[in-house]
């Protein structure tokens, strides 16, 4: 056992202070704490009651590379899709959005409201459920007082920036998503063809890049009618880069 954990204390080495899915000290999980840009701090409540609670690699490598690339942020509308514990998302209040809604599914929504309040972003982030399963994948439909993707009373699509983070964890996750990409282009395509003026979103997707669901995702991509592209190493945070951490691009067709 013993040479068990010097074996794993040696891996660790390897990996930048912070990385802490790859940590042997399990004291690190239950308040994260990321030094912004500005100085200032974002401050996240942990727990071990779900995935969704926990801050993962892959959203501080999202977050330091929207830090990286302010101009992407600011003044835009900003979607995070399966947020979390919502740190990609509130790092991009802080850089100067114009809005952020963040969605999750019921269940973590109470952990969601707290990091807002907690980090004082109540003016600019709002939470609301989304549960990928009750979407509509066939059409976009009529359109619905509720309906998160439009803005009200008009056909312009909401969102000018789509954020998700570990999305892709393993094959059903990664059908999932798809199912919501479907929705989102049906959804774009509605807006571009009764608005010649609506702009197009970007998405960015981040997942550590052995996941089982991210290969999946890349085959079923093809049917949501978006073009991909892998981020290249210079456009993250230089000290924020991890080869084993992908992020993609994805823009509508």
Known sequence: LLDKRKKKEKEVQKYPPWRREKDIDGTRWGFFEMQCFDG??????????????RVWDTAIVMAKLLEQNPSNVYGKNVLELGAGTGLVGLVAARLGAKSVLLTEISSTLPSLNQAVARNNLGSLCSVKCLDWNAL????????????????????QFSFDLILASDVLICRQWACAFIKVLTVISNMIHLSTTTNSSSKLPTI????????????????????????VTELQPAEFHPDFFCPDIVVFALTPN
């Open 40 to 53: 200032s701090k974002i401050c996240i409540e942990e727990s071990y009651s779900s995935t969704g609670t």
């Open 136 to 155: 509509n994948y066939q059409s976009p439909g009529q359109q619905q007082e509720d309906n998160i993707f439009f803005q009200r009373n008009t056909d």
């Open 204 to 227: 960015l997707i981040g997942s550590p890049r052995d996941r089982d669901g991210v290969q999946h995702f890349l085959e079923l991509l093809s049917s949501c009618n978006f073009h």
